[in-house]
């Protein structure tokens, strides 16, 4: 297993245009998190899926946000009309269904709006 | 809600010296704790995890954290200093509302040579 797995790493993007990121998770796990990160804070919770059921969503998560996992496997956060405040890193993370067992963490797509 | 405080953005130790990284946290139910490591540009690996039992909790890279409850605190600590701790260290809490993860602001350790 090669660990949760994000595309792209980087993302350079002009305010104002939308953006897609994709997360593959550890292939056994079914829950799916997202998180977003900014410089000099921790993760900050998104949403998650169990299987392909958006659970929750957080009030962080604007109507510009949404996520998708369609088949319970991959997942996708598009980002539409970027603005400079959605410049961040962009973590995702999978879990087993076990209440509050650990996440595993991908490395990130790092999100800058010009 | 639950939250987590970490005491000291910054911590600076020397190579060999004892690491200790603080956290507190709040939470109104029975909480499980967590402290991640990030290196730069990098995602969080786990380090050890607190759901029930011992509360002493030993991790990878001979680091270990204590949970006490009556001090609400899950501090993180190394008895030797390794250069290659140099990272940035989160504590996080979940319990309530569901599996969800609340972190602390982090914890940048510096090791001096």
């Known amino acids: 297993d090669t660990g949760v797995s994000q595309d792209p790493r980087h993302k350079i993007t002009k305010r104002g245009q939308n953006v897609t990121f994709r997360c593959d998770p550890i292939?056994?796990?079914?829950?799916l998190y997202w998180y977003r990160q900014t410089l000099g804070q921790g993760p900050e919770f998104l949403t998650y899926?169990?299987?392909?059921?958006?659970?929750?969503k957080s009030r962080l998560l604007s109507d510009r946000f949404s996520a998708e996992r369609p088949k319970g496997s991959f997942s996708t956060l598009e980002i539409q009309r970027t603005e400079q405040g959605d410049s961040a890193m962009y973590l995702c993370?999978?879990?087993?269904?076990?209440?509050?067992?650990?996440?595993?963490f991908g490395q990130g797509t790092r999100l800058t709006v010009v | 809600a639950q939250s987590v405080t970490q005491l000291g953005s910054h911590v600076s130790v020397s190579e060999g010296a004892l690491v200790l990284l603080r956290c507190n946290y709040s939470?109104?139910?029975?909480?499980?704790l967590f402290w991640y490591v990030q290196y730069p540009n990098q995602g969080l690996q786990l380090l050890l995890k607190?759901?029930?039992?011992?509360?002493l909790v030993k991790g990878i890279n001979g680091f270990e954290a204590e949970f006490k409850k009556s001090e609400t605190s899950f501090h993180l600590t190394k008895p030797s200093a390794h250069m290659s701790d140099a990272a940035e260290y989160f504590c996080?809490?979940?319990?309530?509302?569901?599996?969800?993860?609340?972190f602390g602001d982090g914890t940048t350790l510096t090791v001096k040579p």
């Open positions: 993370a999978s879990s087993l269904e076990i209440p509050n067992t650990e996440a595993f």
């Open positions: 292939s056994e796990h079914n829950r």
């Open positions: 899926f169990q299987n392909e059921a958006q659970l929750e």
């Open positions: 939470s109104s139910v029975p909480p499980y």
């Open positions: 607190y759901t029930t039992g011992a509360t």
């Open positions: 996080a809490v979940s319990g309530e509302g569901g599996s969800k993860s609340t």
